[in-house]
């Protein structure tokens, strides 16, 4: 479950006096409280008291209400917050270690949910806190649904800061690792279909999944690096009904921008070349011979479509990075598309983190036809990994999207170091 550092919000359940709630809270509080009870196993009080502290804005001040008691072995509550961010109930029996049981989730994203949560100890507190939850801690994941719809698929992972998880940094089949794990929100029927893939790693879905929410095939496996070959199917502990986060929208991006112009590059003419800086095109289309070279560290915004084909390229060469925003807030209801055709972007040190597509939510298309070391955030977007049949395409790096879908002879090699190098919400 998800751990998290809070001050914000604290509910305190506990079978005892008010007498001795008062003495184990006196350390937290210096105002009145509000206490309810009820009889409880036939003389002990099952006391209820809130107490809500500033924090320093109203996304790290999430707000329990006083409990309902459903069972005995749960309550039941409101948490408030800001919308589109993670909060976790939290539990302690001592208020210094604390655990998380439950977060908002995918309840809803209007800043209410009703949260229920287990109470099974004779003293136990709760809190709500804000938590930070690496954007890129799977190899994919979904709000929707994940498909394999081809053969010869897999997904692993590696790790590009670990020489034995890698090789100058770089995938190695050799060294890889059983983390290229899948997740989905989804609890529904097919929510992941994997046909005959090799997934070196677990899956994760929605908390009320059910058998048919995973459809594998017969030869399909999960599980880890000795489970397959020799192994079909799940392998146990390998499928987890554990999934239960937002994935926040995307944001416009703020600063000064520049239009990128044309450059000369180690001989070579691009049509826009980028050095570090922001830089605004109002659209990006690439065709024919059509280039873009990347030499420093830059930003790119592009509000509407981006079309790459031919044997167009964008390069990001040695030593430089790219992040990449498409999309606008303000579209009017105006869907847009990123798709990467053409030689695809050719990021030349091979480092997931140096190529980060970030789309805002009137993206809702994203294709790649090419292999690809980066990351792509576009919680709202139905994306598509396709290659030419019968020829692997290898994608190093992690993908966020509302529904994932990969055609033929795709291979997903998730770089684990994204838990700690990429970024968070």
């Known amino acids: 479950m998800l751990e998290g550092h809070c001050s914000h919000a604290v509910l305190a359940a506990e079978l005892l006096s ?3 709630i008062a003495e184990n809270l006196s350390q937290f509080m210096k105002e009145d409280f509000i206490v309810r009870s009820r009889r ?20 790290d001040t999430p707000v329990l209400t006083p409990p309902a008691s459903l069972n005995g072995n749960q309550v039941q509550f409101t948490l408030s917050g800001a919308s589109n961010y993670n909060y976790a109930i939290q539990t302690s029996t001592d208020l210094l270690n604390w655990t998380s049981v439950t977060t908002n989730g995918n309840a809803g994203s209007n800043g209410a949910w009703i949260i229920i949560a287990p109470a099974t100890n004779d003293v136990l507190f709760f809190r709500a806190a804000k938590v930070t939850i690496p954007a890129f801690r799977f190899a994919l994941a979904a709000q929707a649904t994940i498909n394999f719809a081809g053969s010869n698929m897999l997904s692993d992972s590696f790790d ?5 998880y890698s090789t100058a940094g770089q ?3 050799s060294k890889r690792k059983a983390g290229g794990d899948l997740a989905t929100d989804s609890s529904l029927a097919g929510a992941v279909s994997l046909g005959n893939a090799e ?4 899956l994760h879905t929605g908390t009320e999944s059910q058998p048919a929410t995973v459809q594998i095939g017969t030869n399909g496996t999960v599980g880890g690096l000795a489970w397959d070959p020799g192994n079909s199917g799940i392998e146990p502990g390998f499928w987890n009904y554990d999934m239960n986060l937002n994935f926040p929208e995307v944001p416009q991006p703020m600063g000064s921008w520049l239009p990128p112009v044309s450059g000369v590059y180690k001989g070579t003419v691009y049509r826009y070349f980028l050095a570090t800086g922001n830089y605004a095109l109002s659209s990006l289309t690439l065709s024919g011979q059509s280039k873009m070279i990347v030499t420093g560290s830059a930003i790119l915004w592009v509000p509407v ?10 390069t990001i060469a040695s030593g430089g990075s790219l992040i990449m925003y498409v999309g606008r807030p303000d579209a009017g209801g105006t869907n847009v598309a990123a798709v990467f055709g053409g030689n695809g972007v050719v990021n030349t040190d091979g480092f997931a983190k140096d190529f980060q597509l970030y789309c805002l939510p009137n993206v809702t298309n994203v294709v790649l036809y090419t292999s690809f070391a980066g990351t792509i955030y576009a919680p709202q977007a139905d994306i598509g990994v396709y290659g030419p049949l019968d020829v692997p395409l290898d994608f190093f790096g992690s993908i966020v999207g509302k529904t994932i ?5 795709v291979r997903f090699h998730y770089d684990e170091s994204l838990r700690t190098a990429g970024p968070s919400f």
């Open 18 to 20: 008010r007498r001795l």
């Open 40 to 59: 409880h196993t036939g003389w002990l009080v099952f006391a209820w008291i809130v107490l809500n502290l500033p924090g320093t804005s109203f996304a």
């Open 160 to 164: 590009s800061t670990d020489p034995l």
């Open 171 to 173: 995938y190695d089949a």
């Open 199 to 202: 997934i070196y790693g677990a």
């Open 305 to 314: 479509n981006i079309t790459m084909s031919g044997q167009s390229s964008i």
């Open 405 to 409: 879908t990969a055609g033929e002879s």
